[in-house]
């Protein structure tokens, strides 16, 4: 590598690799969580903390499930996940499939897939640790297009009501749809605006600055109620000809492009 | 049977904390036992039932005790699914799923409230185990068994009528409820039936008396009775369920390969047909109009008895 790379860059590399051999890769939305799963993972990655007791602590639910191979290519750059296992992403017997399952063992506490299921899962998650009295946090990630089911909505009203969880929401707000822009298509806008309006507090933060949402993520836990951090982010974020482009929700990749994409994110392009 | 149920979930709740109740703004006087004695364990949710699955699926999994989530009949069966389907079913949660309004329980409501299709909806499901009861005392009794250790193994769904129902098998303090149980006994005709609907089949077997010996019956608990209990279906039985034929009772033990469709075992389902429920019918109206009102079943059940036609394959009374 002619750079040296950045663990999102590995994680995004990961994801190329993996997509090589994958029936199912999203690169839209693998690319435009990264930097916040990075901060999630912050405190692993920079050896504060042993994995195996920052799960036991912290719980992921990954709403938009869709982009599971985000996590599992970001873990594998942390050495979490071996090579061999991330390499059976989508494959016959292979450990993780195109959506994201639940996994004790990475802490991934729910299957999802179905999109609107995650928030109403996570609260329920976070309401038994308020109930056992038991340490630690869920943090919820969910896309913006997610957000048009009503589902969420009805998560919502209830944090409306009472928001002591232990309980982060990270929207994932890259802007798109499958089809095009979400603001075309059903607005979302101005999301900050309407969690706050329901009561419920809320941080935008630049999706991409791991340090900016890992410090919105900290608030979150110190106030020990609910936060909604509105990370907004760039679908396709990385490669330049996937940036902002729709077509790369979940299009399969041609081996011209991965090696486009591995050139970029290598520096062997520059 | 709503009263039974409060009644019976009481005591759990007062011994453990860890068995919740998540209701969908229903229940007015059901659960006021539960409510005075136990209000931390009581969750009104509102109107949101795709939430409210999702978050009692998740949060029973987390405490690892069985909580129960509970509403009108097609609320909690056919508008939340997929969340009964990925959050409950897939995940296994130890959760029991309770409706209220079986079959035509809710007849001056219209067919939104109609809980006629929940059980295909129900059984098409992996891991849930079915219940149904047919009267008050069966819901004690189930209640007992679901909450008697820390933890179901398995989701369940448990199908309640509505209120008022009598205690039919009163006169039959031997009674033991396992997978089912017979009302009365009988031997030249058996109907096998679930749900409040059993009132019909004993004043059907009434309306025989002396003409025709007919037994009597309840199925409440379906996985125990399919694998444990029946027989491969004789010649004799009749089905009679407040319930569409998809899904039905019948169709679970063909589908367990009980009782295979044959020349020398045909199957007789008596069950709802009518598909245009637009006029208003209130439950006997509608029970009759499907034939599955006692005049009705003592019908069929004079036919069966005359019918010497053993080529039948898989006959569905209308």
């Given at each position: 590598m002619s750079i040296k790379m950045t663990i999102t860059q590995k994680a995004r590399l990961n994801v190329v690799r993996t997509a090589r051999e994958a029936s199912s890769v999203h690169f839209g939305g693998c690319f435009s969580v990264m930097e916040i799963l990075a901060a999630y993972y912050g405190p692993v990655i920079r050896n504060e903390i042993a994995f195996k007791e920052f799960i036991a602590r912290d719980t992921l639910i990954l709403s938009k499930g869709h982009c599971g191979l985000a996590v599992y290519s970001l873990l594998a750059g942390i050495g979490i996940v071996s090579s061999e296992t991330l390499a059976s992403y989508c494959k016959d017997g292979g450990a993780f499939m195109g959506h994201i399952k639940q996994d004790p063992a990475l802490g991934i506490g729910w299957s999802t897939g179905s999109l609107g299921h995650g928030l109403s899962i996570s609260l329920g998650l976070a309401g038994a640790l308020r109930f056992m009295g038991a340490k630690g946090r869920i943090v919820c990630i969910l896309g913006d297009g997610e957000m048009h089911e009503g589902s969420n909505w009805e998560a919502l009203l209830h944090l409306s009501h009472d928001?002591?969880?232990p309980l982060t929401i990270i929207l994932d707000n890259n802007q798109f749809l499958s089809l095009g822009r979400t603001q075309d298509i059903r607005p979302l806008e101005p999301i900050h605006k309407k969690i706050e309006d329901f009561g419920i507090a809320c941080v935008t933060v630049d999706g991409h600055d791991i340090a900016a949402v890992e410090q919105a993520m900290r608030q979150g836990e110190q106030s020990g109620r609910a936060l909604f951090i509105n990370a907004n982010t760039l679908k396709g974020k990385g490669i330049s000809f996937t940036?902002?482009?729709?077509?790369?929700?979940a299009k399969r990749a041609s081996e011209a492009e991965l090696q486009r994409m591995e050139a970029e994110l290598t520096g062997a392009a520059a | 049977m709503r009263k039974a149920l409060g009644v019976a979930l009481a005591p759990y709740f007062g011994q453990q904390d860890y068995h919740h109740l998540f209701c969908g703004d229903i229940g007015f006087g059901v659960f006021d036992d539960v409510r005075r004695q136990t209000p931390g364990q009581f969750h009104n949710f509102g109107i949101s039932e795709q939430h409210m699955v999702s978050y009692a699926a998740a949060f029973a999994s987390a405490v690892k005790a069985t909580s129960m989530v509970y509403t009108i009949n097609p609320f909690i069966t056919s508008r939340v699914h997929d969340q009964l389907r990925v959050d409950v079913a897939y995940a296994n949660a130890p959760l029991v799923i309770c409706s209220v309004g079986a079959g035509f329980a809710y007849d001056a409501l219209g067919f939104t409230h109609y809980g006629i299709e929940d059980l295909a909806l129900m059984t098409v499901l992996p891991n849930f185990r079915i219940f149904t009861p047919a009267e008050p005392a069966d819901v004690t009794a189930i209640i007992r068994q679901l909450f008697s250790d820390r933890a179901i193994a398995a989701p369940c769904y448990l199908r309640l009528q509505k209120g008022g129902e009598r205690n039919l098998s009163a006169d039959f303090p031997d009674v033991e409820r396992k997978g089912s149980y017979k009302y009365w006994p009988g031997d030249e005709v058996e109907i096998v039936t679930h749900g409040a609907i059993a009132e019909e089949a004993l004043k059907a077997r009434q309306m025989l008396k002396g003409d025709i010996s007919v037994a009597v019956r309840a199925v409440i608990d379906w996985g125990r009775y399919c694998e444990d209990e029946v027989m491969p279906i004789q010649d004799n039985s009749l089905f009679l369920e407040e319930h569409r034929a998809v899904g039905s009772l019948a169709n679970a033990l063909v589908n367990a390969g009980k009782a295979l469709p044959r020349a020398s075992a045909p199957l007789r389902l008596k069950c709802v047909r009518h598909t245009d429920f637009h006029g208003l019918a209130l439950r006997p109206t509608a029970l009759r109009l499907n034939g599955l009102d006692a005049a009705s079943i003592a019908h069929s059940i004079k036919e069966l008895k005359a019918e010497k036609r053993p080529d039948i394959k898989l006959e569905m009374a209308g």
């Open positions: 928001d002591h969880f940036e902002g482009v729709p077509e790369w929700h | -």
